[in-house]
């Protein structure tokens, strides 16, 4: 059973941090690619990083500066680390995983998400 468990999220004032912590059990883990999405209210969902099996990452240009993405494969453990929050940064984050297993199909794994409020 694939499992993905996100902690770290919370309150926080505008200009402050927060780290993101998603664990994955029942994978295979450093041979998936990792992601952070948000789903703001009334929005759709949209990827914010994303760390390859590679090591290599990419961000949406909003957080670009102010986010990074890490993964800890010993620890079956991905990272994403705030800083300089803005209240636009208020969303449900989501961890996902997913690796090609052919060149038309993958598997793909979703958390159960993590709120973060960005307020004074």
């Known amino acids: 059973q694939v499992m993905l468990v996100e902690s770290g999220g919370g309150l926080v004032q505008p200009g402050g941090s927060l780290r993101l912590s998603c664990e994955a059990s029942?994978?295979?883990?450093?041979?998936?690619?990792m992601g952070w999405y948000r789903q703001a209210p009334g929005k759709q969902r949209e990827l914010v990083a994303q760390?390859?099996?590679?090591?290599?990452?990419d961000y949406v240009d909003s957080v670009k500066g102010r986010f990074t993405i890490s993964r800890d494969n010993a620890k079956n453990t991905v990272y994403l680390q705030m800083n300089s929050l803005k209240p636009e940064d208020t969303a449900d984050y989501y961890c996902?995983?997913?690796?090609?297993?052919?060149?038309?199909?993958?598997?793909?794994?979703w958390g159960q998400g993590t709120q973060v409020t960005v307020s004074s």
């Open positions: 760390i390859f099996s590679s090591g290599s990452t």
């Open positions: 996902h995983a997913y690796r090609r297993t052919s060149l038309t199909s993958r598997d793909d794994y």
């Open positions: 029942g994978i295979i883990f450093s041979i998936y690619h």
